[in-house]
């Protein structure tokens, strides 16, 4: 008897188990043919509009990709949870605690999101400008959903946060097109001003990478401890301004030397008497 209703509670189990599998089998597997094609297509969709923005736009270009693909990832699993019999309400619920959690698990995160929504909307940089933050000096290479990626001069790759670059300070120098460039030439205080001024001059106009207006500026700045200081200011084109920087440093000492004008050193007069 025990064998009989063994067999037959067994039997009614395996009919269960086949009309679940009959009921849900064909759900999971459209479910699962949806998962695959979705991500696909949306692997696909990104990837167009990643192309399409990056000709127009390649500062809002990752930011905004990133951003579309998450949202229409998580549409994506909604949808497919749905088709399996899951209830969408339920799942929004779950999600949504989970959502909070993270977010308060991860409110850094969710700061350098607000950054890099506030640096695409005010844009006080953009890729491929040359920018100082954060103690950093490099070019924009990248604007994430989370991070701005520079790649320094001396070629470093630096990741900052977009949470720190919106609330500090930076300087953007690839917003103009001309720029400024301060030298400081220090003489002897018995060497001829004019003549040395008219040196600086004579070869602020043989470059041609000096810009004739605003016309440059030669003045003395300055009376210091052992030399007097010639201020001068030249302006040039932003690319042109560290080269035209260095070079008048080799051709102000060649020039100066020639024409007999010293450039002073800190130096001190020792003076020895003899005690009785």
Known sequence: MEDILGNGQASEWIDQGIALVMAYAPKVVLAIITLIVGLWLINRFVGVLDNKLGKKDPTLNKFLCGLVGAILKILLLVS???????????????????????????????????????????????????????????????ISILYTIIDTFDNRR???????????????????????????????????????????????????????NPAPLIVVGGLGESSVDLTVRAW??????????????????????????????PQRDVHMYKAD
Do not use: H
């Open 158 to 212: 630096v990741v900052i946060p977009n949470g720190q670059l919106s609330n500090a300070s930076l300087t953007n120098m690839s917003v103009y097109e001309t720029r400024r460039c301060d030298m400081t030439f220090g003489i002897g205080y018995s060497d001829d001003i004019d003549k040395a001024k008219a040196i600086c001059k004579r070869l602020i106009e043989e470059d041609e990478r000096a810009l004739e």
């Open 80 to 142: 497919v949870a749905s088709m399996v019999g899951i209830a969408t309400t339920s799942f929004v619920a779950i999600i949504g605690a989970a959502g909070l959690a993270v977010g308060l698990a991860l409110q850094g995160s969710l700061g350098n999101f607000a950054g890099g929504v506030l640096i695409l909307i005010f844009k006080p940089f953009k890729v491929g400008d040359a920018i100082e933050a954060q103690g950093f000096l490099g070019s924009v290479r990248e």
């Open 236 to 265: 040039t084109k932003s690319g042109d301004l560290w080269p035209f920087y260095w070079d008048m440093q080799e051709k102000v000492k060649k020039a100066f030397d020639a024409e007999g004008i010293s450039i002073p050193f």
